[in-house]
C-alpha cells in the first residue's frame, strides 16, 4: 500500500518558518515528479511547489515565490518543503503528492498525480 504522511505542519506567527516533509512507503518516487500544494477553508486546492525527480527542475506558485524551497532525498523517500516569510494568508491544508509518471520535468497541476498525502495543517497568526 502506497502511503504519503506529512508532517511539520503548526501554528506559526507571522514572518515564521516551517519545514514541512513527507515521506512516502509502499513504492519508491525517485524516479517521479512530486509536489506540494495546499487548500484553505472554503477555497480550491491550489499549487505550492513542485520538483523533478533529480531535483534538478523546481517550479513555484507566485504566492510563494522566494520564500519557499522545495526538496527531495530520494534515499530517504522524502520530500520537503521549507517556508520562510510566513503569511497570514499561507494557512491552509498543505498536501503532498507522488505521479507515477516518469519524466525530466515538473508537474503545477493535480491532475498530474496519483498519490496524496493525508494533509498536514499550517496556521499563521498576525
Known amino acids: 500500500q502506497v502511503q504519503l504522511v506529512e508532517s511539520g505542519g503548526g501554528l506559526v506567527q507571522a514572518g515564521g518558518s516551517l519545514r514541512l516533509s513527507c515521506a512516502a512507503s509502499?513504492?519508491?518516487?525517485?524516479?517521479?515528479?512530486m509536489g506540494w500544494f495546499r487548500q484553505a477553508p472554503g477555497k480550491e486546492r491550489e499549487f505550492v511547489a513542485a520538483?523533478?525527480?533529480?531535483?534538478?527542475?523546481?517550479a513555484y506558485a507566485d504566492s510563494v515565490k522566494g520564500r519557499s524551497a522545495i526538496s527531495r532525498d530520494n534515499a530517504k523517500n522524502t520530500l520537503y518543503l521549507q517556508m520562510n516569510s510566513l503569511k497570514p494568508e499561507d494557512t491552509a491544508v498543505y498536501y503532498c503528492?507522488?505521479?507515477?509518471?516518469?519524466?525530466?520535468?515538473?508537474?503545477?497541476?493535480?491532475?498530474?498525480?496519483?498519490?496524496w498525502g493525508q494533509g498536514t495543517q499550517v496556521t499563521v497568526s498576525s
Open positions: 503528492a507522488g505521479s507515477l509518471l516518469v519524466t525530466m520535468g515538473v508537474f503545477t497541476t493535480f491532475e498530474k498525480y496519483d498519490y
Open positions: 520538483i523533478s525527480w533529480s531535483g534538478g527542475s523546481t
Open positions: 509502499g513504492r519508491t518516487f525517485s524516479r517521479n515528479p
